[in-house]
T-cell receptor, first 113, second 114 residues
């Protein structure tokens, strides 16, 4: 069964304290791995898509990497405005139904000033 | 672009009542998704449509749930009769294409069934 596991469930950092969030996955055939950010009371907001092992993408203080079994979201010198829940999702090959995303339960990040 | 539009934003109803959630996808997008988010189970796909046709409804919990997409700019998710365990935030999302394309989410409808 396709599965996505995120760790830790919650992370508290001091402003400027870099860290990484983990997303491990089990999927029959990976089409893409997605990272989303979700603020309280809002819908998830797209951050990155990674397609193959070894791929990396960056946006401001965030950098996403991908291996064959997991993805990391590295946060460098975080600021309080980076506080949010970060969701990881995988899209697998399901024959004709290729758009389905399977989400992890997220990591709640709190960055204190 | 206004993004994905959902209504209502909040719905409080009593057990046994019919609930209808509405979604307008981003213009030009041909895939539409309905998700449910709870603390216990996270974000779960209920059903998705491509070109107004339901493709995968394996996440629909039971016959009390139904979804329609009569045209490219409108979809509904109906719960009849509603139960307290249906309380959750329901999100609609849309995307363009059949590949690994990003999905754009609406603001969600928070449903409370008393």
């Amino acid at each position: 069964e396709d599965q996505v596991t995120q760790s830790p469930e919650a992370l508290r950092l001091q402003e400027g304290e870099s860290s990484s969030l983990n997303c491990s996955y089990t999927v029959s055939g990976l089409r893409g791995l997605f990272w989303y950010r979700q603020d309280p009371g809002k819908g998830p907001e797209f951050l990155f898509t990674l397609y193959s092992a070894g791929e990396e993408k960056e946006k401001e203080r965030l950098k996403a990497t991908l291996t064959k079994k997991e993805s990391f979201l590295h946060i460098t010198a975080p600021k309080p405005e980076d506080s949010a829940t970060y969701l990881c999702a995988v899209q697998a090959y399901y024959g004709g139904a290729t758009n389905k995303l399977i989400f992890g339960t997220g990591t709640l990040l709190a960055v204190q000033p | 672009d206004a993004g994905v539009i959902q209504s209502p934003r909040h719905e409080v109803t009593e057990m046994g009542q019919e609930v209808t959630l509405r979604c307008k996808p981003i213009s030009g997008h041909n895939s539409l998704f309905w998700y449910r988010q709870t603390m216990m189970r996270g974000l779960e796909l209920l059903i998705y449509f491509n070109n107004n046709v339901p493709i995968d409804d394996s996440g629909m919990p039971e016959d009390r749930f139904s979804a329609k997409m009569p045209n490219a700019s409108f979809s509904t998710l109906k719960i009849q009769p509603s139960e307290p365990r249906d309380s959750a935030v329901y999100f609609c999302a849309s995307s363009y294409g059949q590949g690994a394309d990003e999905q754009f989410f609406g603001p969600g409808t928070r449903l409370t069934v008393l």
